[in-house]
């Protein structure tokens, strides 16, 4: 079934999602979560870090997959997801989680970090909350469209479009990495609740299309549809052509 959540503002995104996984940190003995990187969750880990250092949550008990990682990038590179992710949480919240996983952006071989990341999520048991994104051209995570349903955690070859949206960061579109390691669908789908955010103008014509096209493997995020238990958190300037 899927919800889905209006707020006005791109801040209340942020908010609203830190509020969802404040209630598995404190609902769930050894939570599981799977979080995004990119623009749209920054809120949310602002929003995250100030309940952390008010006390109010912790992480030392969780167990966190990150959806996905750029290749071809050292481990240090400013541009890869680990560091997004220390800059953006751990280095706010001064404590660990339990776990962390998120896979190596240089390895000496990608099939066998894929193989890795899926042990680690057997092991881990089942995600109780994926906090997910969504791209211009539909993909969850760097599950690019025409990824089968059936997909567990693979390597990606990123599309054009997917490459454009990243190449400022990069400063430009030959240095933006082609490829990348990601969670995939059927892993995501296996979550009990799934949270999708989506902020400003530029996602408005691809949630439209996500949620009221059947669902089709074109746009990975109609898979959403699919599942029992989602809820899409998407300010008014996302939600304008729904
Ligand atoms: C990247 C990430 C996705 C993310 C998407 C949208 O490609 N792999 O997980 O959802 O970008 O990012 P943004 O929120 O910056 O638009």
Request: aromatic share 6%.
């Amino acid at each position: 079934m899927l919800e889905l959540s209006l707020v006005e503002r791109y801040e209340d995104v942020g908010s609203e999602a830190a509020q969802e996984v404040a209630t598995v940190l404190a609902d769930r003995k050894h939570p599981v979560l799977a979080l995004p990187t990119g623009g749209t969750p920054r809120g949310m880990y602002t929003s995250i870090v100030k309940r952390v250092l008010r006390g109010e949550i912790r992480f030392s008990h969780a167990h966190v997959f990150n959806l996905d990682e750029y290749l071809d990038l050292a481990p240090t590179d400013s541009h890869t997801f680990r560091s997004y992710m220390n800059a953006t949480l751990w280095s706010g919240i001064a404590h660990h989680p339990a776990s962390w996983v998120i896979p190596d952006s240089s390895p000496s071989d990608p099939m066998a970090e894929c193989r890795a990341y899926d042990r680690a999520l057997v092991e881990a048991g089942t995600l109780d909350l994926a906090v997910v994104g969504i791209g211009e051209n539909g993909h969850l995570a760097f599950n690019e469209p025409g990824t089968p349903w059936t997909s567990t955690t693979h390597v990606s070859c990123l599309s054009l479009e997917t490459r454009r949206a990243a190449a400022l960061a990069f400063g430009g579109l030959i240095q933006t990495p082609t490829r990348a390691i990601t969670m995939g669908l059927a892993s995501l789908l296996a979550a009990r609740r799934i949270l999708l955010l989506v902020a400003g103008r530029g996602k408005s014509a691809i949630l439209a299309r996500a949620l009221l096209e059947p669902p089709h493997a074109a746009i990975p995020a109609s898979i959403l549809q699919t599942h029992p238990n989602v809820r899409i958190l998407a300010d008014m300037e996302a939600a304008s052509e729904l």
